[in-house]
């Protein structure tokens, strides 16, 4: 469970012609503890609610599903449901694994080609960096969905409009990384290429990080770099108003939907060439790639970032805002039902 799924499952429920949603979810990840508002969408229910597949399967035939959408082909009792299921109604298979070319995903697709484009009418990815991965899994591309991540358009795109007055009379000079104190979201170098910046330039800079994880404890500790902890949803207004450029240098990130949360907030964005969002949300006019073993890249990055004025910034923050408009809550509602 995630908070961007919430929103894009209220967007489904407010959409005529659904008469009810079940979610059946793993536990909350204590890594990205949000704190859910469920509201009227439906029923939800923690997978480890039940005792076997039985008591599942039971479920799942009261309900009477007319769509069924899967993360992923690792729990077998999902595969199992759709299996079942498949000749009755529309199975969805969602995906965001980058196709690598690994021994492991090769012999997986020999045997892909026979199972998942049989039991799932669909599959839906987040954007071109899944789309190849399908492919060789067997589906057509003419059933392939994209925009399978959306961030809470309407909150983030209201929240930058508001923000954005705010900092067209002064850009913040802090840029903020939104990620779990995890190796993959590659922090160190993030750190490492700040301070040598700093001590290089004397500049008014500072580095927000906002996030938990298992490495929270080696975290490092400098006068402009400023850690946060877990911050909720409803409390990002104060973060967003004093802070003015997003990055995300993870080593591999299947998609960020962070940062469509912080391109719709009208940032200009810093990102590792890795992290697959930045298919969608970044360009040449709002923000740099860098790669994500490139210390001294990031660096000449941030020693132009300094060097642009806040007309600039603010220019690219809007460019950002036009990208994050193109996937949005409504869409993945309709994506979903016109399947």
């Known amino acids: 469970m995630a908070d961007y799924t919430v929103a894009c499952l209220r967007a489904l429920k407010s959409t005529e012609g659904v008469k009810s949603i079940t979610v059946v979810h793993y536990p909350v990840n204590p890594e990205a503890p949000f704190k859910f508002d469920f509201g009227d969408i439906g029923e939800f229910i923690n997978l480890g609610s039940f005792k076997g597949y039985g008591e599942f399967k039971k479920k799942i035939d009261t309900i009477r599903p007319h769509k069924i959408v899967v993360s992923g082909w690792v729990n077998r009792w999902y595969l199992r449901i759709c299996g079942l299921y498949c000749r009755r109604v529309d199975c969805i298979l969602t995906m965001d694994n980058h196709w690598k070319g690994t021994t492991k995903q090769r012999i997986f697709c020999l045997g892909s080609w026979l199972v998942l484009p049989r039991i799932f009418t669909k599959v839906w990815v987040p954007g ?36 954005l007055r705010s900092k067209a009379a002064q850009f913040p000079k802090r840029i903020l990384c939104v990620a779990r104190y995890v190796p993959q979201k590659n922090y160190n170098l993030l750190w490492d290429a700040f301070k040598k910046w700093k001590s290089e330039t004397n500049n008014e800079w500072e580095l927000w990080c906002a996030g938990t994880g298992e490495e929270f404890e080696n975290r490092m500790l400098h006068p402009a770099i400023r850690h946060l902890g877990f911050i909720q949803k409803q409390d990002w207004g104060v973060i967003i108003e004093q802070t003015g450029i997003f990055i995300l240098p993870s080593i591999f990130e299947p998609w960020g939907v ?12 810093i990102l590792s060439r890795q992290v697959g969002a930045g298919s969608a949300f970044l360009g040449p006019e709002n923000g740099f790639f860098f790669d ?17 004025s806040a007309e600039q910034l603010l220019s690219m923050g809007k460019v950002s805002r036009q990208l994050a408009g193109r996937i949005t809550t409504e869409g993945w509602a309709r994506t979903l039902l016109n399947a």
């Open 128 to 163: 071109l960096p899944q789309v190849s991965y399908a492919k060789k899994l067997g589906f057509n591309q003419s059933n392939i969905l994209q925009g399978f991540y959306c961030c809470d358009t309407d909150f983030y795109l209201s929240l930058g409009q508001d923000t």
């Open 258 to 269: 962070s940062v469509h949360e912080f391109a719709a907030l009208g940032y200009p964005l």
């Open 292 to 308: 994500p073993d490139d210390t001294e890249k990031l660096i000449d990055i941030f020693t132009r970032i300094g060097s642009l």
